[in-house]
């Protein structure tokens, strides 16, 4: 049986003047293909929560069967049930309010620390980065708290969790819908938003790291129409963006100039590079996504499995890494198995044969060359061939660079960042 393969999509290379975003056009549109995409698509519902194990980060995982675990997961299991059998009967929005009331509690209005400072005194101290996070759908306090700390752990930093918080998966997916199709802003997008924007602006500040997961990436998304509207580009591009899950219907990054954009469409055209090339604004966007997550496809993949021409007039922009795995989980289905901890759960340690990250990136010497991930030129590029890590050498005919094979970790720059490295600006 073969092994599993992975896919990376790169980033879209030019822009139409006449080509008018999707998303700019009729909610009602938007609302009827985002109800289409549901139902094509509803068997994955499951897979948020499959697999069920294993638990490398123990009880940091949201599956681990710690009484808080259990707790969190029985309540959503409840809320299911009112919501598939009285959708609309007031007693149901009553409990849910208040069930909902227990697992939002007591999250402060400047967001949740995260609590592994008491294991970092040996960590190497960045003092101008500022790392934020913005959850996903079904995440209470509790798993707030993991989340955060287990991207402490991971990253050797300090986070800071803007809450989006639960009223249940199902209303939770409702809201996705109508913040997709509305362009819906709720208050932890606003707050989170401020948080950010104050942070780009703080002159002891140098980068900005934002981690959303699943419908935060939704909401990251209005976050960046809004900063890329308001903050200076030179600030901006202190920030750096890096999703898992993403459900979002678009992802904005402008070109910085109109020379850049000329030089990208002539790279995409001929791969002679006669500029700078993937100029854009914010100049780091990545997207990690599980290929059989019921969210995933909803969002990222959805969009980077169009054509070309779909992908620019959807607008999703950043580098696209495809686990072909299952499970929506932040810690448990993706950081475990994308950067998963040694076993004292301290470290992220090296990646073994079959991880994520030791994986080859998987290139269809039949693409088109405008068709073809432009990550994996730039991860070649990076590595200025390094013959141990590339089979090929940059500078040749492009199209007979399909036969260059890198490995995960090598076009990853979140991987960088792991145990308190810093990947090079």
Known sequence: MPAPSSRVYGSVFGEEPEYHPKYTGSPTLLLLNDLDLFVRNI??????????????????????????????????????VLHVYALYVAGTLAVNTLICGILNRGIPSDGLKSTEDVFSRAWARHEDEYWIFLNGICVGKHWLQSNIDRISRTFHRPVVGVHNPTSGVLFDIIQC????????????????????KKALYRPDVKKVVLILHSQGGIEGGMILDWLLNEVP????????????????????????????YSADTHY??????????????????????????????????????????????????????????????????????????DPANRFTREPEKDDFMNMDVVIN?????????????????????DAGEVDGVMG??????????????????????RNGGSPVS
Not at 278 to 301: P, Q, T
Not at 367 to 385: C, G, I, Q, S, Y
Not at 398 to 414: C, D, N, Y
């Open 365 to 385: 010497e039949h693409d088109k060359l405008e068709e073809r991930p432009a990550t994996v030129f730039d991860a070649a590029e990076m590595l200025k061939a």
């Open 396 to 417: 040749r005919d492009p199209e007979k660079e399909a036969g260059i094979r890198v490995k995960m970790k090598k076009m990853s720059r979140l991987w960088l960042y």
């Open 268 to 341: 995409a055209e001929t791969g002679a590079v006669t500029g700078k090339i993937h100029n854009r604004v914010i100049l780091h966007i990545e997207h990690y996504a599980n290929k059989r997550d019921f969210a995933s496809r909803f969002g990222v993949l959805n969009f980077e499995d169009q054509t070309p021409t779909d992908r620019r007039e959807n607008r999703f922009m950043g580098k696209v890494f495809v686990n072909p795995a299952s499970g929506h989980q932040l810690n448990q289905h993706y950081l475990d198995t994308m950067f998963p901890l």
């Open 43 to 80: 068997f994955y519902i499951p897979c948020i929560f499959l697999p069920p194990m294993p638990w490398p980060s123990g009880r940091l995982d949201e599956l681990y069967p710690t009484a808080a675990n259990i707790f969190d997961i029985c309540l959503h299991c409840v809320l299911f």
């Open 233 to 260: 580009q030179d600030l901006i591009q202190q920030l750096e963006v890096y999703t898992f899950g993403c459900l979002a219907n678009h992802f904005n990054n402008p070109y910085r100039d109109v020379d850049s």
């Open 177 to 196: 819908l109508v913040q997709r199709a509305l362009l819906f802003a709720t208050d932890d997008i606003r707050q989170c938003y401020v948080l950010v």
